[in-house]
């Protein structure tokens, strides 16, 4: 269950600041609230993301899935400490390990979307589409591509909660 708590809120919190991008808010010189909910939703989805990264890894069931999903959860949640630190606190040189933890977000992404589409083995091929969702959102987060990484990590959710719910086989007692 907290799993599918994860997953939804790093959907719903990236694609609401992904929304908000159409308000104009200045993230870089944060002033008003829709400026500091700017700053602070993508630093929080960030940091949810990375944790989320991971879970969703294990999902697959695979080591080679699971190594691969470290390196973008490295990334992610490097880029939302150094995003704090350059736009809430005004520290210029965080600037350069944001764009170091970015880099490392989209390589790790790609990397993984291409090993769950390569290990995954039928209908488990299609999870590659989260990673690959999370891919383009982030590059298209300021045009409103929040959407797509809302829809990847609520299908995800989906996943974890069909799966951990009982069938009726498991509900039902024994024949005696």
């Known amino acids: ?13 990236l694609c609401a600041r992904s929304l908000q991008s159409f308000a104009g808010p ?25 944790f989320a990264i991971a879970l969703f ?15 973008a959860a490295v990334g992610a949640g490097l880029s939302a400490l150094s995003n704090l630190l350059e736009d809430a606190l005004q520290l210029g040189f965080a600037f350069w390990f944001f764009i170091v933890g970015t880099a490392l977000t989209m390589a790790g992404l790609i990397a993984f979307t291409v090993v769950v ?28 591509g929040g959407v797509l990484i809302l829809a990847g990590w609520l299908a995800a959710a989906a996943i974890v909660l069909r799966r951990s719910t009982p069938t009726a086989a498991q509900i039902a007692p024994a024949a005696p």
């Open 57 to 71: 890894a294990q999902l697959i069931g695979s080591r080679a899935v699971y190594r691969i999903s470290r390196v």
């Open 1 to 13: 269950m907290m799993r599918a708590a994860l997953f939804t809120f790093v959907g719903v919190v």
């Open 117 to 144: 589409a390569v290990v995954g083995r039928g209908p488990r091929r299609l999870l590659a589409a989260v990673p690959a969702a999370t891919m383009v959102g982030l590059l298209l987060l300021e045009s409103g």
């Open 26 to 50: 200045d993230f870089e010189d944060p002033v008003s609230a829709s400026d500091w909910f700017a700053v602070l939703s993508v630093s929080a989805g960030l940091f949810a993301l990375a």
